[in-house]
């Protein structure tokens, strides 16, 4: 490499650099001036700020008792729901036999709570009947009038159609009873018509209404359940040709008994007559979807499209996956909660923190004299890169700092400043070996950047498997190791090393001052060319040919003339043990 | 620093050097000591002390309270069971939240009425009930999961990059030394065990590892091809790697061990017992093992795992011969 091309790279290197920040404080200054919800002050943790304390008591029917495996079945998933919302560190757990009080950061909003309350009873069945939720009498039924009755549709034999009294437009269907039918046509979906927690008989039809109160359903008995679904995710429909459209769908994914099921259920239902072809899917008995089908789906995977948006499609993806709670919940009280640990811990925390980079800083300078540069500019940089990051994935993902965040992040200054020293020293030992400082840097780095990505690669993987396989505080911490790790590796490819090589080029560097830290004689490079031992290192530039073993022989001659020096120091080395 | 720089000159070349490898019978003997006291000991307290987080505890809540202060709940519990940290909160605007380990009947009756008569309340506004553990079964069991699938990754990710088993399992031995010694010191010391103190006790996992890594780095460096050398051994150029990357082992523990020095300090006088205090603490013993292990477990047992294999013996005897 030309000395000007070795600029140049550093240059691009650190200018990358620049356009990262700065990308960084464009997109959360982005966020905050349009007010969708981004802010310079990451947001902090239960036990640093205080949030919400929501206790939610189990809706039980009279002389039935929760016992405690229901509950913790209930902890375990409403802990998995709130973690699929983001990285918020909520604490969940029993109170007295019955409770499960739920503790989030900051003030929930009404999906968050929807998601935790929820039972999440998912149940598929055929629609039969549907008109206008908000009926007056007169309206009749638009679906009445286009619904052939079907020997086939009828899933149960003993009802018989009767047509209603009033003679309105509503025809009986096969295998709609009489309370049933009534109980729908005088159906208004603006007032409320369930009790809470009620229970349907999954053998027999039911009327209800769809959750925005638009249409009301008659629907037939369950054919598909939602222990049927194996996994649901949302995501946005691709069309054939493979281009992304706007339009947010669930994706389902069936059991191999459950695709058998449903499979049927579509065979059947496919080609009859609207709204017959129609299947509603219900969430604790209101119709969240009824679509109508578009094939006979024989594959165990199912699309729903329909008036959903990224939260809505998320949120219901989240409530099929985590399944359902053994017991419907309803909230007993929602209230503000200080912070489980008190300000004075963050405040010293931070004090901690600013006291141990000082300290840091000192040492640096003992250690590599104006070196230390660097090194500190290396820090504030990996500083700031990460406070943005912790303010972009707050808003983004959800995620908040806690204490032990917090104290991760300090111990990232350690490891952070490793990455440096690993360099430094590697650069010494290059310089010690007679190079020039530009070519010590050069080769110092090609050997450091092998360790620090090895070394920052098992770092990786702590953090990503922590945070796949587990829930709650481990999942926050698994977070902040694998952002410190991240960043570790972009400031020392993008900072450190350009301005290395940067520096390099100047005088004082260059000519090994006693204060730059690259100071030939403190390293001991001199005194070693005078004894006349350093000639080895022309033979490293002959063996250069030998190119496999090129590393290997270097490093032999290196430690031969150690193991030389040993046998004389042998009694020396005794003593320094 | 002229000194230390002189050090580091002396360890590169080899004009000094510490014998890690040679004297391993004694670095063995040491750790065997340590992880016995580090099992023994927690045993001999009666186990350990975990916090409300995992078993669950008593929980009271003080209703209508004209001062929302902390503090004076913190003194009611002290009053009556004076070895358990309360967690205390604002509920609302007028509540206290206090959280305290499980107290007997007699003990629970005791701090609310100590609790309603420091905040000036009626004791029937006082309410007490039993809280379950927000750090459950199911966490632990995930973490745990996790952890045990993290150390076969780890392992696998090692020994594809230096090529050998040995140094995976050198690695993980010591890791698992750095484990038992910093969860020992925890039990022997009786100091509760909160999530915060897992969590630091995870961060350890990650530093030790990382920490032997750079070190075997420059082993699998040292070594390469060392069997064809006439002059120098397997178990030499694996202690002249430890020397060489001593500097760097001793700079990247002070780097590392002076920010957790300063919260343990801060953590210590300022606060007292808490979180910062639990976890620093973790940190600090973790860091400083982790350092001790890489140098005088991990490198010592890899040395010992390889050295007797054929290429390497048959070159120590070219060796031996030679000098």
């Given at each position: ?10 240059r691009?290197?650190l200018?990358?650099?620049g356009?990262?920040i ?5 997109i959360i ?5 349009t007010n969708?919800?981004?802010?310079f002050?990451p947001?902090?943790a239960l036990d ?5 304390q929501?206790i939610l008591?189990?809706?039980?029917q009279?002389?039935t ?12 998933i409403?802990?998995?729901?709130v973690d699929?919302s983001?990285?918020s ?5 029993t ?7 739920v ?5 929930p909003d009404e999906?968050?709570l929807?998601?935790i309350r ?7 069945r ?7 939720g ?5 309206t009749g ?17 003993s009802a018989?159609p009767?047509?209603t009294?009033t003679?309105t ?5 096969a295998?709609v009873?009489a ?13 409320s018509f369930r ?6 008989d999954?053998?027999k039809p039911?009327a209800t209404c769809?959750t925005t109160a638009?249409s ?6 369950v054919e598909?359940e939602?222990?049927d679904v ?6 946005t429909v691709?069309?054939s040709?493979g ?8 994706n ?8 058998d099921?449903?499979a ?6 496919f080609?009859?007559t609207a709204p017959?072809?129609r ?21 165990g995977t ?14 219901l ?7 359902a709670?053994?017991i ?6 929602q209230?503000?909660i ?6 004075e811990?963050?405040?010293?925390g931070?004090l901690a923190g600013a006291?141990?980079?000082l300290l ?8 590599y004299?104006?070196?230390a ?8 940089v990996?500083?700031?890169i ?8 707050s808003w983004?993902?959800g995620?908040?700092?806690?204490l ?5 992040l300090?111990v ?8 440096f ?9 290059e310089?010690?070996?007679?190079r020039?400082?530009?070519a010590?840097v050069e080769s ?6 092998r ?6 690669g098992?770092?990786l ?6 945070y796949?396989?587990?829930v709650?505080?481990v999942?926050g911490f ?12 972009a400031?020392?490819?993008l900072f450190t090393?350009p301005?290395l090589?940067l520096l390099a ?15 030939s004689?403190?390293?001991?490079a001199?005194?070693?060319v ?6 080895v290192?022309s033979?490293?530039s002959?063996?250069?040919a030998?190119?496999?073993s090129k590393?290997?022989n270097?490093r032999q001659?290196l430690?031969e003339r150690k ?10 080395s005794?003593?320094?043990? | 620093m002229?000194?230390?720089?002189d050090?580091g000159n ?5 004009a000094?050097?510490?014998?890690f ?5 004694i ?13 023994v000991?927690p ?7 975990f916090?409300?987080?995992f ?21 009611a ?6 070895d358990?940290e309360p967690l205390v909160s ?6 206290i939240?206090v959280?305290t380990?499980q ?11 100590a ?8 004791s029937?506004?006082?309410a007490?009930?039993?809280?379950g553990a927000?750090?459950?079964?199911d966490?632990?069991?995930k973490?745990?999961n996790?952890l045990v ?6 392992a696998i990710?090692m020994?594809?990059?230096?090529r050998?088993?040995?140094m995976s399992?050198a ?9 038992v ?13 909160t999530?915060a ?10 530093y030790?590892?990382?920490?032997t890594?750079v070190?075997f780095?420059?082993i699998?460096?040292?070594t ?13 150029q694996v ?6 990357t001593?500097?760097r082992?001793?700079n990247?523990s ?5 920010p957790?020095?300063?919260i343990?300090f801060i ?5 007292g ?8 603490l ?9 350092t001790?292990s ?5 490198a ?9 294999e ?14």
């Open positions: 490499m030309s000395e000007s091309a070795v600029t140049k790279g550093a691009k290197r200018t990358w650099l356009v990262l700065i990308g960084l404080i464009a200054g982005l966020g905050s001036a969708a919800g981004a802010s002050a947001k902090l640093l700020q205080g949030g919400t929501i008591a189990p809706v039980v009279a002389g008792k929760v016992t405690e495996e229901q509950l913790t079945q209930a902890v375990a409403i802990r998995q729901r699929a983001g990285v560190e909520a604490q969940i757990n109170q007295g036999n019955n409770n499960i009080v503790s989030i950061p900051g003030a999906n968050t929807k998601l929820s039972s999440a009873k998912l149940e598929f055929p629609v039969l009947e549907t008109s206008q908000i009926s007056s009498t007169s039924s638009n679906a009445g009038s286009t619904a052939s009755p079907s020997a086939s549709a009828a899933p149960s034999a018989t009767k047509p009294a003679g437009a509503t025809p009986a269907v295998g009873d309370a049933t039918q009534a109980f729908y046509d005088s159906l208004d979906c603006s007032k009790k809470a927690g009620q229970v349907d999954p053998t039911i769809d638009y009301k359903y008659v629907l037939g008995p598909v939602g222990t194996a996994d649901a995710n949302a995501g691709t069309t040709t281009a992304s459209t706007n339009t947010w769908a669930v389902l994914k069936f059991t191999p008994s459950g695709s099921k449903f049927k259920t579509t065979g059947r239902l080609p009859l017959q072809n299947f509603a899917i219900t969430l604790d008995g209101y119709v969240i979807t009824a679509p109508t089908l578009q094939a006979v789906i024989t594959g199912a699309q729903i499209t329909g008036s959903f948006d990224k939260n809505s499609s998320k949120a993806a989240d409530q099929l996956k985590y399944g709670l053994p419907n919940f309803e909230v007993q009280s209230e503000n200080s912070a489980t640990l008190g300000s811990q963050l405040t010293s931070l006291i141990g980079l840091v800083i000192i040492y640096s300078f003992i250690q004299r104006a070196l540069v660097v090194t500190v500019g290396s820090l504030v990996a500083a700031i990460t406070y943005l990051m912790i303010a972009l994935l983004r993902q995620y908040h700092l806690s032990s965040g917090v104290a991760g300090i990232a200054i350690g490891i952070t400043a490793d990455s020293i690993v360099y430094f020293e590697r650069v010494r030992d310089l010690r070996d007679g020039s400082l530009g010590s110092g780095w090609k050997r450091a950047i360790t620090i990505l090895v070394s920052d098992v770092s993987l702590a953090a990503v498997v922590l796949a396989l587990t709650g505080n999942r698994a977070y902040t190791l694998g952002l410190t790790t991240l960043i570790d590796l400031v020392v490819i090393h301005m090589e080029k100047t005088r004082f560097y260059s000519s090994g001052h006693s204060w730059s830290g690259f100071d004689k403190a390293l001991g001199t005194s070693y005078g004894r006349g031992a350093f000639r290192s033979s490293v002959a063996e250069k030998a190119k496999a590393e290997a270097k001659t430690a193991a030389a020096e040993n046998a004389a120091t042998d009694s020396k005794g003593k320094s043990n | 002229s000194k230390f720089s050090l002396d360890l590169y070349t080899g000094r050097s510490f014998n490898v040679g004297r391993r019978k670095w063995y003997g040491v750790a065997a000591v340590m992880v016995i006291l580090a099992i000991l045993i001999l307290r009666g186990g350990y002390n916090g409300i987080e078993r669950g505890g008593s929980e009271f809540r003080v209703a209508g309270v004209s001062s929302q202060s902390q503090q004076i709940a913190i003194d519990v002290h009053s009556v069971v004076p358990s604002n509920v609302g605007t007028d509540s939240r959280q380990k107290l007997t009947d007699l003990k629970s009756e005791d701090v609310r009425v609790l309603a008569a420091a905040y000036k309340v009626q029937s506004s006082v007490s009930s039993f809280i927000n750090w459950g079964a966490v632990t069991g973490a745990l996790g699938v993290f150390i076969i990754l780890a990710l020994a594809l990059y230096f050998t088993l040995k399992a690695a993980i031995l010591a890791l698992l030394h750095d484990l010694i910093t969860a020992g010191v925890y039990g022997a010391l009786g100091f509760e065990v999530p103190a897992v969590i630091g006790f995870l961060t350890i996992l990650g030790s590892l990382y920490d890594v070190v780095d420059k699998r460096e040292n390469f091809e060392v069997e064809f050398s006439e002059k120098t051994t397997f178990k030499q202690n002249l790697a430890i020397n060489q001593l500097v082992s001793i990247t002070i780097v590392a061990v002076l957790v020095a300063a343990l953590g210590a006088t300022l606060l017992a808490g979180t910062l205090r639990d976890i620093a973790a940190l600090f013993i973790g860091i400083i093992v982790g001790y890489t140098l005088f477990i991990a010592p047992v890899y040395s010992q795992f390889r050295e007797g054929e290429k390497y013996r048959k070159a120590e005897q070219k060796v031996l011969a030679n000098a």
